[in-house]
């Protein structure tokens, strides 16, 4: 398991309450590759929505 550098998390946790405005504690009780998986959907959905392939 790896794990986020201090920086790095508080972005993830910005990007994913930032689309889903979830809790800051929600978001910090997701496991790190489940956290991982939410952002690629997020970006993935993003991208779609942009019109970018």
Do not use: C, Q, V
């Not at 889903?20 to 790190?32: A, K, T, Y």
Request: aromatic letters at 14%; charged letters at 25%.
């Amino acid at each position: 398991m790896t794990l986020s550098s201090p920086n790095r998390l508080w972005e993830e946790i910005s990007y994913i309450a930032y689309h889903f405005h979830w809790s800051f504690d929600s978001i910090l009780d997701l496991e790190n590759g489940m956290r991982k998986t939410f952002i690629d959907n997020i970006a993935s959905i993003n991208r779609r929505m942009s019109g970018d392939t």
